[in-house]
C-alpha cells in the first residue's frame, strides 16, 4: 500500500473514520526495508545465489542446483522485481558468489 493512501495528516475526519486504525496496513515502504533485510541476511555469505521465483518451479530449481553444486541460497523475486533482486546480489553477496537466474519469465 502506498504511504500517502494512510497518511494521518492529509486525511479527513470523514475518511479516518472509515480507515482500520494505525497498525493495521503496512506500508510498501515498511515491506521494501523488511525485503532487503532478508536479502542481505541471506546473500551475506552465500557461495552460490540462486535468483528464482518463490513458487514451486521456483524452489524446484534451487533444490537441484544445491543438489548439483552442494549449496544454493534462494533469493525469491519476480519477473517484474528482477533489476531490484540483481541490484542486491551486487550489493550483498560476496564478489565471488556464483549466480543462477532460474524461473523467471513474465506472464502475459
Do not use: N
Amino acid at each position: 500500500m502506498e504511504d500517502w493512501l494512510i497518511d494521518d495528516e492529509r486525511l479527513s475526519i470523514g475518511r479516518k473514520s472509515v480507515l482500520p486504525g494505525e497498525g493495521f496496513f503496512r506500508p510498501d515502504s515498511v515491506e521494501a526495508e523488511q525485503a532487503e533485510r532478508e536479502a542481505a541476511e541471506t546473500l551475506s555469505d552465500a557461495e552460490v545465489v540462486v535468483v528464482a521465483d518463490g513458487d514451486a518451479d521456483g524452489l524446484a530449481c534451487t533444490a537441484l542446483i544445491r543438489t548439483a553444486r552442494g549449496a544454493g541460497a534462494l533469493l525469491p523475486t519476480g519477473p517484474h522485481e528482477i533489476r531490484t533482486a540483481l541490484a542486491w546480489v551486487a550489493e550483498y553477496a560476496p564478489p565471488d558468489a556464483d549466480l543462477y537466474v532460474c524461473d523467471l519469465c513474465p506472464d502475459h
